[in-house]
């Protein structure tokens, strides 16, 4: 059994559902790397996101807070510099921290807790993309539509490809730098990926890797009438109740999605190689997960912004097969449940006091075959809805609240593609009214309509006056010294090469 500091290298796919995975039951999709894997960690079967939009789900997992006690409502929110992050906590705990790739930061501080980023974002930094509930009726403009799904099939380059290329090289490189460098702390390193998010777009080798007949269609397709007023609302925002999609295009898009999956997967095969040769793999935990999942043409609907299985549910699996016996672990957790766990396994279980209270809980004795929590929060407060969305999913049961809409309460183990909504059902009127007053209890949801409405009249006016004049810019600009790097006058020559050679040439 290992003890000590271990290293931690966390992994991260953006809009990846499990139900793309083969270890999650899909018989469609290849990922080797992934699933031998998955196949020494441990894996967890109901694992969700907090808030199914890409920064609020990302702000959660590096604080453990939800979204509503940050101000993290939306895509672009800024998460304030004064909360703490798995990043702090982890520097605080003497790890060097790093960030290679996407991890959609609004405002000024583009670090949060990491010492060190490797890459800039591939999302802007500014208020653009701020939704307006006061409008429910205007669609915003910068919102992707369906071209995602209508456009989708093979490509040469995508903006993204050239964005994950550069993610993965950074990364792979800093292992090896690491692996050479004099710097004897631990190390946790996040490499975050905008695979296999739409566009549905993938270069031939990975969309050759499939043939169309074996693409498999979505298990459930309900007619425009047939949604809830949430899914309603989604499909105007995203333009798919005025744009028709054949059965060939739907096919196409989860065909490039699974293409995109397949490229994931190479990615994390590139990394797992270069952490063996630098001689870190041994002593190093893995976490792999992804922001969100996609809803990828089930129930109609596509991208995420809900909290049905394919938006909300995430894959997460952690390796470290010394410290953790492999194992399938069907509690259901969060990605607020990251910062608490990462804490854990930087102590060894003792954990020291925190600075405050989180809404996160331990994974540790899920890790240690003890039991552990089996509760999901969650919150969505972006774009699509004109008031809060909160869900609770306990147990075998997921219950969704919105003052603006009627409730919805599933039972997972008997519905699993939630068909059969029980909030109507007499049968269920106790637990429905259960559920009710713990909403009540938990959110002030008026108060909180209101904080979201002032925080987005804000933001619009912020940006609007930012962009009066000369424009200043939040993106990250990474910074690489060149006078350190490769063949410079400030060593000798030999010396040099024999520092840079892995494993290292003693010098003579």
């Known amino acids: 059994m290992k003890t000590g500091k271990p290293n931690i290298l966390i992994l991260m796919a953006d809009q990846l559902t499990p139900g793309a995975l083969p270890f999650y039951g899909n018989p ?41 006690a940050i101000g993290a409502y939306d895509n672009a929110a800024e998460m304030p510099t004064e909360v703490l992050t798995f990043g702090h906590y982890l520097r605080h705990a003497g790890y060097r921290t790093i960030l290679s790739g996407k991890m959609h930061f609004c405002g000024p501080d583009q670090l949060h807790g990491f010492e060190e980023r490797l890459t800039t974002d591939i999302y802007p930094a500014d208020f653009g993309w701020t939704p307006d509930w006061s409008r429910p009726d205007i669609r915003p403009s910068w919102y992707h539509n369906m071209s995602s799904v209508t456009d989708a099939g093979p490509c040469i380059r995508t903006n993204q490809l050239d964005y994950d290329d550069e993610v993965v090289f950074a990364a792979e490189r800093k292992l090896y730098d690491i692996a050479r460098e004099g710097d004897e702390r631990p190390f946790c390193m996040l490499v975050s990926m905008t695979h296999p998010h739409d566009p549905y777009a993938i270069s031939e080798e990975y969309w050759q890797r499939y043939d169309d007949a074996e693409i498999d269609m979505p298990k459930l397709t309900l007619p425009p009438e047939q949604h809830d007023p949430h899914s309603q609302r989604l499909r105007f925002v995203c333009e798919l109740d005025r744009t028709p999609i054949s059965a060939q295009q739907i096919r196409d898009a989860r065909h490039a999605y699974y293409g995109a999956v397949s490229y994931v997967d190479d990615q994390v095969g590139r990394l797992l190689k ?75 279980g003792e954990t020291p006091a925190a600075p405050e209270a989180i809404a996160g809980r331990s994974l540790w004795p899920h890790l240690k075959g003890q039991p552990g929590h089996d509760e999901v929060i969650g919150e969505y407060l972006g774009e699509g809805a004109i008031a809060p969305l909160v869900m609770i999913r306990r147990d075998r049961y997921k219950f ?35 559920f009710r007053d713990e909403v009540a209890e938990r959110w002030n949801l ?61 010098l003579k």
């Not at 031998?36 to 453990?64: E, H, I, K, Q």
């Open 400 to 434: 969704v609240h919105s003052p603006a809409d009627p409730d919805q309460l599933y039972d997972l183990v008997a519905d699993p593609l939630e068909q059969i909504n029980l909030a109507g059902n007499l049968a269920h009127a106790e637990r429905l009214a259960a």
């Open 28 to 68: 469609v999709t290849r990922t080797p790397h992934l699933s031998a894997l998955a196949a020494r960690s441990v894996v967890f079967d109901s694992a969700y996101t907090n808030s199914p939009l890409c920064a609020p789900s990302r702000y959660v997992f590096m604080s453990g807070q939800l979204p509503s």
């Open 446 to 506: 008026p108060q909180l309509h209101r904080q979201v409405l002032a925080s987005q009249r804000r933001r619009h006016f912020h940006y609007e006056a930012e962009n009066q004049g000369k424009r200043r810019s939040w993106d990250f600009q990474p910074f690489d010294d060149a006078s350190l790097r490769y063949m410079r006058n400030h060593l000798e020559l030999d010396a040099l090469e024999a520092m840079a050679r892995f494993p290292r040439v003693p």
């Open 274 to 348: 270069a952490l063996d040769k630098a001689g870190l793999a041994e002593d190093t935990v893995i976490v792999v997960l992804a922001d969100h999942g996609d809803m990828l043409g089930e129930r109609g609907l596509w991208y995420k912004m809900n909290f049905f299985e394919g938006a909300a549910r995430i894959p997460l699996m952690v390796h470290a097969p010394d410290r953790f016996a492999p194992r399938r672990v069907a509690a259901s957790v969060s990605s607020a449940d990251i910062l608490p766990t990462l804490v854990d396994i930087a102590h060894g």
